[in-house]
């Protein structure tokens, strides 16, 4: 009960100075910068929106936030964070929409929380009740200081990625991964009933993706022929008959290629050409 009664002190305290500093017309930065950043993930995208405290030279985890108490994740407004797709978040299924993030710091572990609950000012009123869901990760020992408490996105793929809270000497890393196969083969299949058909963005996915190399081809040389002079579409053709293992055929599409971008002055796809006519000789 003393604690609740401190911290709402200390909050209303914050406020009149606030609204009275205001009210001078006078304006100066916030202790903590306010942050907002978006990825792009999947088909969709990751708001994320905190406010970033120093160490000053204070002791963080153990002392300015003690471990095993809920830690607003920031300082200020709670943390958010926006899905515009489904997810999942360190194996568990979470829907499209907008959480608070939270986390209770722990030496040798922490607990991750999305809150369902919005617009909260610190943890001031955080309910467990309200937890959509709570996931166990290790804290890693950085050798470089933070000074600035960071949250970013990291090894960033089209189904993968990593979210990452560093400060002072820990980082924190949650996955995530998102399913888009499903959706890109279905919308594959539906474009190609229509009369301006994606053969070039397919024949590429179908590549990168393990599908079928025939079709993919296939694709690949309906784009050629409503194309005739795209040096990248020579060069898609011939990775593609690489990996086939028609190096012959590949080397034939390079070289062609090479041609086009030169006589379009297009330098990147005579290098990218290049190299690939370089892979198909060998």
Same mark, same amino acid.
């Given at each position: 009960m003393k604690r609740i009664l401190?911290?709402?002190? =200390? #909050? #209303? +305290? %914050? #406020? @009149? =100075?606030?609204?009275?500093?205001?009210?001078?017309?006078?304006?100066? &930065?916030? /202790? @903590?910068?306010?942050?907002? !950043?978006?990825?792009?993930?999947? !088909?969709?995208?990751?708001?994320l929106t905190y406010s970033r405290p120093n160490t000053k030279g204070r002791k963080i985890?153990?002392?300015?936030?003690?471990? $095993?108490?809920?830690?607003r994740t920031g300082a200020n407004s709670a943390t958010t964070i926006k899905f515009t797709d489904d997810v999942t978040f360190e194996g568990k299924a979470v829907p499209a929409g907008e959480y608070e993030l939270f986390t209770i710091p722990g030496k040798n572990e922490w607990t991750v929380i999305l809150s369902k609950m919005t617009k909260q000012w610190g943890a001031y009123e955080y309910k467990e009740d309200q937890d959509f869901l709570r996931v166990k990760v290790k804290p890693v020992a950085l050798q470089n200081k933070v000074e600035t408490f960071t949250i970013q996105f990291a090894n960033v793929y089209p189904t993968k990625a990593q979210l990452l809270l560093q400060w002072e000497n820990t980082s924190v890393s949650v996955n !995530?991964?998102?399913? +888009? $196969?499903?959706?890109?083969?279905? *919308?594959i299949d539906e474009a190609m009933k229509g009369e301006k058909k994606p053969y070039f *963005? %397919?024949?590429?996915?179908?590549?990168?993706?393990?599908? $079928? !190399?025939?079709? /993919? =081809?296939?694709?690949?040389?309906?784009?050629?022929?409503?194309? %005739?002079?795209? &040096?990248?579409i020579r060069l898609w053709k011939g990775r593609i008959q690489l990996k086939m293992? $028609?190096?012959?055929? /590949?080397?034939? *599409?390079?070289? %062609?290629?090479?041609? =086009? /971008?030169?006589?379009?002055?297009i330098d990147e796809y005579v290098r990218l050409n290049s190299a690939l006519l370089a892979e198909a000789q060998k």
């Open positions: 401190k911290s709402t002190l =200390l #909050l #209303l +305290v %914050a #406020l @009149s =100075l606030n609204a009275e500093v205001e009210a001078q017309g006078v304006k100066i &930065p916030q /202790a @903590s910068s306010g942050q907002s !950043l978006t990825q792009d993930f999947g !088909l969709g995208k990751i708001t985890f153990g002392g300015l936030e003690m471990y $095993d108490q809920v830690w !995530l991964t998102t399913d +888009v $196969d499903t959706k890109v083969m279905a *919308s *963005s %397919a024949a590429q996915y179908y590549y990168e993706n393990g599908k $079928d !190399l025939k079709k /993919a =081809l296939e694709w690949m040389n309906a784009a050629e022929a409503a194309d %005739a002079k795209g &040096p990248w293992g $028609d190096k012959k055929g /590949a080397a034939a *599409s390079a070289e %062609a290629g090479i041609k =086009l /971008a030169k006589e379009a002055k």
